[in-house]
């Protein structure tokens, strides 16, 4: 099995400021899926970015963004301008391409915002 | 987007019965829909896969007589925690599969066995 490993059970970040939230996996697969997902206290799932490892491009949405290294195997969350909802548990995910349908996510990291 | 509703968000069983938890997509089909348990401040513990017109798939270590999952339609998954003993207190959800790259997840059910 895959395994995905997030080594920042908490991190925190000032308001306005930006924070990078780490994620590395273990694959040999050369083509898969990378997502972070937003878990608010509400415990509702929610998409935040995904990333297709054949593209080398890295993905975007609005304030979000990722850093991949494709050989390094890591998969970083970066977060600018944080705001007060963005305080949750973000949890990194791995899907194969390949073989099965299932989602190896990470222990998740617990993000403050401080205002 | 598309939309998965579980149902019910929070039950509180006595301990002996069974519950039926439901996970419908609302605006999709899915063929493939993840049944998770998540303890407190924890990470998602895949139970059983869940594919349409067949048995569905359980992890290692998860008792299929326990948490019976049905897959009746492309629309929706049951999963019934019978004979539920507190321990089987949790917080379990759904995701359903759109396509490769979109997993949608349910609101999640706090169940409570006392």
């Known amino acids: 099995a895959q395994t995905v490993t997030q080594s920042q059970p908490e991190m925190s970040v000032q308001e306005a400021e930006t924070v990078t939230l780490s994620c590395t996996y273990d694959t040999s697969e050369s083509d898969y899926y990378l997502f972070w997902y937003k878990q608010p206290p509400s415990r509702q799932m929610i998409l935040v970015i995904r990333q297709e490892a054949y593209k080398q491009q890295n993905a975007t949405e609005n304030r979000f963004s990722v850093n991949f290294q494709k050989a390094a195997k890591s998969f970083s969350l970066k977060i600018s301008d944080s705001q007060l909802g963005d305080a949750a548990m973000y949890f990194c995910a791995y899907r194969s391409a390949y073989t099965g349908n299932q989602f190896y996510f990470g222990t998740g990291t617990s993000l403050t915002v401080i205002p | 987007g598309a939309v998965v509703s579980q149902h019910p968000s929070r039950v509180i069983c006595k301990s002996g019965t069974s519950v039926k938890i439901e996970c419908r997509s609302l605006?999709?089909?899915?063929?493939?829909m993840f049944w998770y348990r998540q303890f407190p401040k924890q990470s998602l513990m895949l139970m059983a896969t869940s594919n349409e017109g067949s048995k569905a798939t359980y992890e290692q270590g998860v008792e299929k007589d326990k948490f019976l999952i049905n897959h009746a339609s492309l629309t929706l998954s049951t999963l019934t925690v019978t004979s539920a003993h507190p321990e089987d207190s949790s917080f379990y959800i759904c995701?359903?599969?759109?396509?490769?790259?979109?997993?949608?997840f349910g609101q999640g059910t706090r169940l409570t066995v006392v």
């Open positions: 605006d999709f089909q899915a063929t493939t």
């Open positions: 995701s359903a599969l759109r396509v490769a790259t979109e997993a949608f």
